[in-house]
């Protein structure tokens, strides 16, 4: 591999994970193609503007476009190294889909040459990487694949999966520790070399089924703990309990540390890659399928709770606030919040107002119900039923004064001054 600047670096997937990849290694001064079967967002990148938001991706993108070491294609193109970052969803059954991977590494396989490496960073299920070592032995018998052939291979294939944080993607692309794994210790080593490029923190090796089933384990762990914070708070609207309150006691003990309840579990990650583990092995995965199970269920339990709030005013306008999966950011994949809306819209249709910062627009589904997109000043103004379902800090912001004669379903925790104050011709108890 080559280590100076004339390093050629492909990126295959210019998403929410393969764009900002491609900037941090176009920084370093590597000549990079980022490739993306959707033309405009090749248009947007190439005129130096991001498709996505992201804390800095802005100004980092155009300065590489502006330098020349970033530029966007929908065609590939000959490479040293090729970064696979291309989407895993999960199918019927919540099976897993790899075969927008396979078809980046067919694509991959049109231009490779002695010396290159291919390297997975897509979340994927345990035997994915073996999978693209295969097809590319069978696409290109030209060439010797590590594990398909004898002696010393002509490429090296690795996986590698990312660890960030939506809102700090270019920071925790840098300074995480990241998992190496090589289809050999050989393709291992290589792909070491290419990350310690732009990684500052430790880059472990290990194979590459063992760097599979590690990302799938870590947002399995989150998963689960998630779970437990999610059931304890159906446990504790049933008591009339304020679990807010139990859960920050809780963890003043010494190695308590539970995380917080939602209307659910969102985003790409942690809502689909414990369906991984399960469909490798359903028998012996009861626990991780019974926190998928929970977390899915609570979005049922969130509009039920909704519901029962919104019953009190027939009439009223009620504001939903957010839709992305999490604070801060522009990312609906998966997210539990939109769900939320779009049920109540499909019910209540234009009583139904959408809060959402990060949007100029609103999704289709939406639309076609009737439900309006406002800012939060708006709906203050006009909506006496408050949703909570994103912590979004605008949210955060509003003080007690615009807010205390509300009737508010705060699921995310954000308001806990607020007074749980209903009509007196109800019981109805509120979460808050």
């Known amino acids: 591999m080559d280590s100076g600047s004339e390093l050629k670096v ?19 001064g590597a000549m990079v193609l980022g490739i993306d079967v959707h033309q405009s967002v090749v248009d947007t990148i190439n005129a130096g503007k991001v498709h996505i938001e992201e804390v800095d991706l802005d100004g980092l993108v155009s300065g590489v476009i502006a330098r020349g070491t970033l530029r966007a294609s929908a065609q590939i193109e000959p490479s040293d190294v090729f970064v696979i970052a291309v989407p895993t969803p999960f199918g019927e059954n919540h099976a897993p889909n790899i075969g927008y991977v396979l078809q980046a590494a067919t694509t991959v396989a049109t231009v490779l040459k002695v010396g290159d490496t291919v390297i997975l960073e897509s979340t994927s299920p345990v035997g994915t990487t073996d999978k693209v070592a295969e097809l590319l032995a069978r696409l290109r018998p030209d060439l010797k694949v590590p ?13 590698c999966p990312e660890r960030v944080l939506p809102g700090r993607i270019l920071v925790e692309l840098i300074e995480n520790d990241r998992v190496v794994g090589g289809i050999t210790p050989r393709c291992a080593r290589k792909a070491l070399q290419f990350y310690r490029r732009f990684v500052r923190g430790a880059c472990v090796t290990t194979s590459a089924k063992a760097a599979e089933m590690t990302k799938l384990t870590e947002n399995a762990f989150r998963d689960v703990n998630i779970a437990f914070a999610n059931e304890l708070s159906i446990v504790a609207d049933g008591m009339n309990i304020d679990i807010w309150e139990v859960i920050r006691l809780a963890n003043r003990h010494p ?7 939602g209307p659910g579990v969102g985003g790409h990650c942690i809502a689909v890659d414990p369906w991984f583990l399960v469909a490798a092995d359903r028998e012996h995965t009861p626990l991780i399928r019974t926190a998928r199970e929970v977390n899915d269920g609570k979005v049922d339990y969130t509009v039920d709770r909704a519901e029962a709030l919104i019953a009190v005013l027939p009439n009223a306008p009620v504001a939903c ?13 998966e997210s539990p919040a939109l769900h939320v809306a779009q049920e109540l819209a499909a019910r209540h249709g234009a009583r139904i107002k959408i809060v959402e910062p990060y949007a100029t627009e609103l999704p289709d589904a939406l639309v076609t119900t009737g439900a309006q997109l406002v800012d939060i000043d708006n709906a203050i103004e006009t909506c006496p039923i408050m949703i909570v379902l ?7 912001s509003v003080p007690l004064a615009e807010r205390a004669d509300k009737l508010v379903y705060d699921t995310r925790g954000i308001w806990p001054d607020q007074p749980a104050r209903l009509p007196a011709t109800t019981s109805l108890r509120l979460i808050r």
């Open 147 to 159: 594990g398909h052939c004898i002696g010393t291979a002509d490429l090296a294939i690795a996986y």
């Open 255 to 261: 190695r308590v540390n539970i995380l917080s309840p």
């Open 10 to 28: 492909a990126v295959l997937g210019l998403g929410y994970i393969g764009l900002p990849t491609a900037a941090v290694i176009a920084r370093t």
């Open 390 to 396: 994103v912590d979004h800090d605008v949210f955060r």
């Open 321 to 333: 606030l957010g839709l992305a999966f999490k604070a801060n950011i522009d990312d609906f994949r």
